[in-house]
């Protein structure tokens, strides 16, 4: 069974640091890796997808890697803003079938101005 | 707005009530999926739909029964909750079959069972 581990759970970081969220995936055999955002009491926003036989996504501030065959992906913030604390979340899909994603529980963010 | 809408936001029910949660996907996905978000636990999945048709049900309790009547609609209906079924649902929908299968989330229903 596919198990998804965020680290670390939470982080607290000033305004302008750039950083770095963990995910770790215990079954290789996946389709493709997601990172969301979601805000308190919100739904789930997509940041980056990154394809199984892709190596890294960007989208302005945002760069997330993936190294499928240790089972681990990151997502680097560059020059972190009040408006980037939120949850993070990630999310693998397995190869074959539908988009049953397996969670992690998610790093929440604070960028304190 | 992500193409994908709830209601209701918010639900207040007692265990012997009858509620239903809807959502509706305006993006032509072709699969609609519920999920459960409980503090501290992961995200879960409960239900999926392919085309219309049930394709998964991780083993949810009968308590909890969706519908979709259509590809833009899915329903999941509530009876004889329990306070712990307390908890963020969250429809979502994808297109199966195509390249990325991104999945779009809708802003959830916030359910409180009393």
């Known amino acids: 069974k596919q198990e998804v581990t965020q680290i670390p759970a939470a982080l607290s970081v000033p305004e302008g640091e750039n950083l770095v969220l963990n995910c770790s995936f215990t079954?290789?055999?996946?389709?493709?890796l997601q990172w969301f955002r979601q805000d308190p009491g919100k739904g789930l926003t997509s940041l980056l997808l990154?394809?199984?036989?892709?190596r890294e996504q960007t989208s302005g501030r945002l760069n997330a890697s993936l190294d499928k065959s240790s089972g681990r992906s990151t997502l680097y913030i560059a020059a972190s803003q009040p408006g980037d604390s939120a949850t993070y979340l990630c999310?693998?899909?397995?190869?074959?079938?539908?988009?049953?994603?397996?969670f992690g529980k998610g790093t929440m963010l604070l960028v304190s101005p | 707005e992500t193409g994908v809408t709830q209601t209701p936001r918010h639900l207040v029910m007692g265990m012997t009530n009858k509620k239903s949660l809807k959502c509706e996907q305006h993006?032509?996905?072709?699969?609609m999926y519920w999920y459960k978000q409980s503090a501290k636990k992961p995200l879960e999945l409960m239900f999926v739909?392919?085309?219309?048709?049930?394709?998964e049900n991780n083993s949810v309790p009968s308590r909890f029964s969706p519908e979709c009547p259509n590809s833009s609609h899915l329903f999941l209906h509530l009876h004889t909750l329990q306070p712990e079924d307390s908890a963020l649902y969250l429809c979502?929908?994808?297109?199966?079959?195509?390249?990325?299968?991104?999945?779009?989330f809708g802003e959830g229903s916030w359910l409180t069972v009393v």
């Open positions: 990154i394809q199984s036989s892709q």
């Open positions: 999310a693998v899909r397995p190869a074959g079938g539908y988009s049953t994603l397996t």
């Open positions: 079954d290789s055999a996946i389709y493709n």
């Open positions: 739909y392919s085309l219309e048709e049930r394709v």
């Open positions: 993006l032509g996905h072709n699969a």
């Open positions: 979502a929908s994808s297109q199966v079959g195509g390249s990325g299968n991104t999945i779009y």
